[in-house]
Nanobody, 118 residues
Framework: QVQLVESGGGLVQAGGSLRLSCAASGSIFRINALGWYRQAPGKQRELVASITSGGSTNYANSVKGRFTISRDNAKNTVYLQMNSLKPEDTAVYYC????????????WGQGTQVTVSS
């Protein structure tokens, strides 16, 4: 099992910045990638950014150039630095850990609210 605990959400004005953190514990040696998803009211959960154990990153087109995902392996923590925030970034952000298996196994954090005011 893997446990994920997020922190860092909050209220910010458009154009501002926030940094989300997600601390992982448990059987993290079996995790292949960590990432952030978000879900706005009335919308499906969508991938924001991900980073593999090898350091490869992937971003949603809507956040490229504004958000940066990184990880600190010594602290078993993944970060999402969010700059130039827009009201449309408002959502609950979830930390995700995935083990590539058949089928893949996903673990989720409890979510943290990010609200961007115009």
């Amino acid at each position: 099992q893997v446990q994920l605990v997020e922190s860092g959400g909050g209220l910010v004005q458009a154009g501002g910045s926030l940094r989300l953190s997600c601390a992982a514990s448990g059987s993290i040696f079996r995790i292949n990638a960590l990432g952030w998803y978000r879900q706005a009211p009335g919308k499906q959960r969508e991938l924001v950014a991900s980073i593999t154990s090898g350091g490869s990153t992937n971003y949603a087109n809507s956040v490229k150039g504004r958000f940066t995902i990184s990880r600190d392996n010594a602290k078993n923590t993944v970060y999402l630095q969010m700059n130039s925030l827009k009201p449309e970034d408002t959502a609950v952000y979830y930390c995700n850990a995935v083990r590539w298996d058949w089928p893949s196994v996903n673990y989720w954090g409890q979510g943290t609210q990010v609200t961007v005011s115009s």
